[in-house]
């Protein structure tokens, strides 16, 4: 399975911006997808995970209430809808395959990752 995660950029402060996670090579319907970041220094930590049918999610403590995922099955994609964004949620965000139908929380749990897309939040 390769992942191809796009959608970053420069954002000020309270702005908004859409990552968006393609699979290809397998489908990956059966499977719950996740997305992490990585701050420059930092260990990566987990952000949100959806269950096989886009009928549960999960998001860490954090950033709930401004981020949202979601999941097209029949394009094989998640997406992370982040809104309200601050200078703290600069990092690179990385999108996984689990490798179970529930939402999973920990990178150990993910078995496929993609490249990562650079998210940057001006003051």
């Known amino acids: 399975v390769q992942l191809q995660a796009s959608g970053g950029g420069l954002v000020q402060a309270g702005g908004s911006l859409r990552l968006s996670c393609a699979a290809s090579g397998r489908a990956v319907s059966y499977y719950a997808m996740g997305w992490f970041r990585q701050a420059p220094g930092k260990e990566r930590e987990f952000v949100a995970a959806i269950n096989w049918s886009g009928s549960s999610t999960y998001y860490a403590d954090s950033l709930k209430g401004r981020f949202t995922i979601s999941r097209d099955i029949a394009k094989n994609s998640v997406y992370l809808q982040m809104n309200g964004l601050k200078p703290e949620d600069t990092a690179v965000y990385y999108c996984?395959?689990?490798?179970?139908?529930?939402?999973?929380?920990?990178?150990?749990?993910?078995?496929?990752w993609g490249q990562g897309t650079l998210v940057t939040v001006s003051s």
């Open positions: 996984a395959v689990g490798r179970t139908p529930g939402p999973v929380t920990t990178p150990a749990q993910y078995d496929y």
